[in-house]
């Protein structure tokens, strides 16, 4: 049996410097629209780095630390977990935090999507890429992204 999810997550919203927001969209859940999203492996894990993690696993791009750099907005989200994705957490677990980052990387950035999370990809300006994510704390984040560069 694979063993219960975490609740606790990391979102990485990666951006252009002239804002234009990458949305993936679910494999599992075709037209829900998102940034990078994922729970830390184990307690302890690092949340810096499981966001590279992600973001490499998700999109094939590697957060190195000189061209590349996550950017951790020392803020979190306590969502409650949607009903349909519950069961892969403990029993009685219903909600989970989430700690935003984002990174900046050029428009010409190759996307590699993991096909078994991922089915397309879309570069959009943050208010229309706002409006296409599913997750309220998401779309949040894309809001306050011109808060949070430089």
């Known amino acids: 049996m694979k063993p219960y ?17 990458l949305l ?12 990078v999203t994922g729970s830390i492996d184990v307690i302890g894990e690092p949340f810096i780095e499981a966001a590279a993690r992600e ?3 998700e999109t094939g791009i590697v957060a190195d630390g000189k061209r590349i750099v996550l950017r951790d907005w020392q803020l ?15 029993p009685g677990v219903v909600e989970n935090t989430e700690h ?9 950035t190759p996307v590699t999507l993991s096909p078994r999370e991922h089915i397309n990809h879309a570069w959009l300006p943050h208010l229309e890429a706002a409006d296409k994510c599913f997750s309220s704390s998401n779309a ?3 809001l ?4 949070h560069l430089g």
Not at 5 to 21: G, M
Not at 144 to 147: A, G, S
């Open 24 to 35: 993936i969209e679910r494999a599992d859940r075709p037209g829900f629209w998102q940034s």
């Open 100 to 108: 935003i980052f984002s990174v900046e990387v050029p428009r010409d």
């Open 5 to 21: 999810k975490i609740p606790e997550s990391v979102l990485v919203v990666i951006h252009t410097a002239d804002l234009q927001v």
């Open 55 to 57: 973001l490499f696993e």
């Open 144 to 147: 306050l992204l011109p808060r």
């Open 76 to 90: 979190s989200n306590i969502y409650t977990i949607y009903p349909e994705w519950r069961h892969r957490y403990a």
């Open 140 to 142: 949040e984040a894309i």
